[in-house]
């Protein structure tokens, strides 16, 4: 029996002597290394926080004291250490969170993906902290150099710096990467500090001594006075030069660092000092992502941010390549459309490759700019570029889209900014939980006036509908598609005028042509599949793809007009989606057919394969069938005009068609 299995709470660290830790810390990688090969998950960024984690709870007592993860992806340490053994359920349907789970443990507390928002928990629970008496329990907040360029952080930084008495200690995870090596000032700035600085100067005893002494030599007559300034003037010229005067120390933040994040001893040292400090104290802690795994130190891209199922012997794939990828084609569309326009420009949120920008950028280096994990600043800056003649392509996560709301609305459509918005991993995503559905994104850009949404249902219409979205110079143009393989190419019966795609018409000599079936982006082979379903019970039906699904199309209207019941299948929040949409439009058009809005419903799904998540919110071809047959046949809700020989359900006469 190794030393991981003896460790149930983190009170079981405090026995183990320098040999043990050290022997657990080995044993914790190799664990990393053996099981989420097996599963797949964040390898690379936990490998990188082994010991920075032991030492926060050997410091720090969990729960009494609150440890806060930023983003949460480095937190399978923290479960190893408060009870989670049982990896194999990993990020798996009703398994274990790849994040930190209250439903788990008392030992978690922010379950979001979202990055850069530790630092607002740690104030929120510090300021709760003090006026309920408690001000004694400690907040530990770990954030990595990525989430530090998130300006929310900053936000946080402004105020815990202006308490004096607030025991946050921010636990700066410094990698020197987010997936890439991170971008800009503060990467640079902390960079510059990666030479040993000796950490004893945040001790209030050095304090206390330091101010006598500084006292002692200012009222010492002129020889104090000019003794005093001589060595404030080498102090400040060493820091100037050798140790760069702290952005964190000017903002009133004590620092400490930078730390060797992989030495226990120092990391220990570190952050006793900061517990003893008793206000609000930075720990720079300098670690390796991937660190003492050497496939993962290898992978220049990423250091193994997130693997799939991989050999744990040589880090590869196990699984071959499956169909091509959404990514893959909006990456080869991009390159060749910014080829053929120099005022299309690239704009990525720290995720240069998983957004699919990487081959823009190879060929285009100038046009294509990293701005750190800031989706807000990526929007207002895109405004700003198309003020300046250029065609931004802002490509983020669905997910990610939510933080920048207001500067979509208020920077980019307000001032009718013509910036194309790229959503990758729309809809239901799977294994990241209920943070990284791109599920709110419909709904949410709904409401943006003039704003052009495009949900391509396959790898022609995303090729086809991000080309149209670069021409729209005048407005927000918006193109969402899922996470991983593209579907099959859905070929349409015909194209009407307004760019609405046929895709199934009622059988041919059938007289009643009863639903109208609206497929959203990658919804359309389910749609068809409902069709076809509802044909073998007797109900016809015409299947559209909209392609365009803002502004709604006349076509939709006057197609909804001439049926019995229109269903809208979205993979989205059906409450103020596009088929909510429709039916506004269709209202205000006088157009009374009855509209379902199946989609996804308004609640935080837990994580699980798409395809299971998709199945337990019954967004399948099995369920939306029985739902239509149950309300056609059962004439659950009376319709426009009811199916010919069947008698009004309300007036009692039978129908003329
Ligand atoms: C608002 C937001 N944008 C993008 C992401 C995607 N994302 C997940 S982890 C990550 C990099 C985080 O870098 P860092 O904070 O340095 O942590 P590390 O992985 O290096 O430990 C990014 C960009 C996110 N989680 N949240
Ligand atoms: C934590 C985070 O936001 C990302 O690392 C995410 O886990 C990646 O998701 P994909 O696997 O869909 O790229
Ligand atoms: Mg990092």
Known sequence: MGLLETIRTPKDLATLGTLELEQLAGEIRSFLITNVAQTGGHLGPNLGVVELTMAIHRIFESPRDSIVFDTGHQSYVHKLLTGRQDFSTLRQEGGLSGYPDRGESEHDIVESSHASSSLSWADGISRARQLTGEEDRYVVAVVGDGALTGGMAWEAINNIAADKRRRVVIVVNDNGRSYAPTVGGLADYLASLRPTIDSFRATPAYEVALDRWKKRLQNGGPLGQFTYRSLHAMKKGIKDWWAPQGMFEDLGMKYIGPVDGHNLQALENALTTARHYGGPVIVHAMTEKGHGYAPARAHEDDQFHAVGVIDPETGEPTASPGAQSWTSVFAEEIADIADERKDIVGITGAMLIPVGLHKFAARHPERVFDVGIAEQHALTSAAGMAFGGLHPVVAVYATFLNRAFDQLLMDVALHRAGVTIVLDRAGVTGPDGASHHGMWDMAMVQIVPG???????????????????????????????????V????????????????????????????????????????????????????????????????????????LAARHRLVVCIEDGVRAGGVGS????????????????????????????TRSQVLERVGLTAQQITHDIVAQVLGTKVPFARPLPGQAHPTTGSLPTL
Do not use: C, Y
């Open 581 to 608: 949409r429709i039916r506004q439009e269709m209202r205000a058009a006088g157009v009374d057919t009855a509209l379902n809005e199946v989609g996804l419903p308004v609640e935080f799904l837990a994580h699980g």
């Open 487 to 558: 579907g099959k190419e859905v070929e349409a019966i015909e194209r009407l005028s307004d760019g609405v795609d046929v895709l199934a018409r009622r059988p041919e000599g059938s007289t009643e042509n009863d639903v109208l079936i609206v497929s959203v982006g990658a919804m359309s082979e389910l749609a068809l599949d409902v069709a076809a379903r509802l044909g073998s019970q007797g109900i016809s039906s015409t299947v559209v793809d909209p392609r365009w699904v803002l502004p709604v199309r006349k076509s939709i209207i006057a």
């Open 451 to 485: 704003l052009h949404l495009a949900a391509p249902r396959d790898a022609t219409r995303l090729r086809e509908e991000l080309r149209e979205a670069v021409a729209i110079g005048d407005a927000p143009s918006v193109v969402r598609f899922s996470r991983g393989s």
